[in-house]
């Protein structure tokens, strides 16, 4: 099994920044693509970026140029920082991660249980 926590998540005014973080545990062989994923109050999880094991990045169009995602492998660990934040960036932040284990025949996906992320006008 692969263990996330994600950490850094808290109450921002808009324009302000924060850092997250979700740090992978467990016997952990391999960990292919990483992502962030975000629940906005009252609507259904949406993608906010991505990064492949090469280290390349996708972003959702809405936090393209304010936020960048990058990940350590040597500590399994994924960030996710956010500039210029705005009040519909409000949301449940979450770390997803596809990864293999040790005594997993395959990758599968895992899920942190997320941080909040609240940006006040």
């Known amino acids: 099994q692969v263990q996330l926590v994600e950490s850094g998540g808290g109450l921002v005014q808009a324009g302000g920044s924060l850092r997250l973080s979700c740090a992978a545990s467990g016997v952990i062989l391999s960990i292919n693509r990483m992502g962030w994923y975000r629940q906005p109050p009252g609507k259904q999880r949406e993608l906010v970026a991505v990064?492949?094991?090469?280290?390349?990045?996708n972003y959702a169009d809405s936090v393209k140029g304010r936020f960048t995602i990058s990940r350590d492998n040597a500590k399994n660990t994924m960030y996710l920082q956010m500039n210029s934040l705005k009040p519909e960036d409000t949301a449940v932040y979450y770390c997803n991660v596809q990864a293999r284990s040790l005594l997993a025949a395959s990758s599968r996906d895992y899920w942190g249980k997320g941080t909040l992320v609240t940006v006040s006008s």
């Open positions: 990064i492949t094991s090469g280290g390349s990045p």
